[in-house]
């Protein structure tokens, strides 16, 4: 089974700084199947990009994916209040989804 | 509008059957494409995915979880159901529902989630 491993765990950075977050997993992985989500607290996680780089409705433009195989990178270029939250990259395959352990960015 | 709503009991006890109600609305689990699935989150802790289940019933569980869960949907209340054996306190989680209906597998709309204790 496949292994995601997220870094930093914790990521401590002021408004209107570059966010980079990482996620690895632990083979290589079929990027249309890389999405991460941000979650705040107590609320459900919500989906930002999907498919590696894709950004799903509502998403703000400063958010962005990339990446391929064994390294992918969430980046937020330009850091709003809201976006001070915890966030997951997962993965899909053969039938079993997976989480990253989270990075929190603070 | 496209809502998930989970429902069950908030406590219950050890080596008891815990069994939880995602009620959906805005869409039709039946749909072609439609799937429903469930994660959950122990307090303070990261997201573990539990099972899935489609519009032509077809499952999938979690591979250290599966002896102990089973998925099973009600179309004609739209609910999708999700039944989980013997609790220990590590089970202790908020439990989330949520939708797929993209070949890509992501999750769009979640649940608000609900927050199960097992404790005697």
């Known amino acids: 089974e496949i292994v995601l491993t997220q870094s930093p765990s914790t990521l401590s950075l002021s408004p209107g700084e570059r966010a980079t977050l990482s996620c690895r997993p632990s083979?290589?992985?079929?990027?249309?199947?890389l999405v991460w989500y941000q979650q705040k607290p107590g609320q459900a996680p919500r989906l930002l990009i999907y498919g590696t780089s894709l950004t799903a409705a509502g998403t703000p433009d400063r958010f962005s994916g990339s990446g391929s195989g064994t390294h992918f990178t969430l980046t937020i270029s330009r850091l709003e209040p809201e976006d001070f939250a915890v966030y997951y990259c997962q993965h899909y395959g053969n039938s079993v989804w997976t989480f990253g352990q989270g990075t929190k960015v603070e | 509008q496209v809502t998930l709503r989970e429902s069950g009991p908030a406590l219950v006890k050890p080596t008891q059957t815990l069994t939880l109600t995602c009620t959906v609305s805005g869409f039709s689990v039946s749909t072609t494409g439609v799937c429903v699935t469930w994660v959950r989150q122990p307090p303070g802790k990261g997201l573990e995915w539990l099972a899935f289940?489609?519009?032509?019933?077809?499952?999938h569980y979690n591979t250290s979880l599966k002896t102990r869960l089973t998925i099973s949907k009600d179309t004609s209340k739209n609910q999708v159901v999700l039944t989980m054996t013997s609790v220990d306190p590590v089970d202790t989680a908020t439990y989330y529902c949520a939708r797929i209906t993209s070949g890509l597998r992501y999750f769009d709309y979640w649940g608000q989630g609900m927050l199960v204790t097992v404790s005697s």
């Open positions: 289940i489609d519009w032509e019933d077809d499952k």
């Open positions: 083979q290589s992985v079929d990027s249309n199947y």
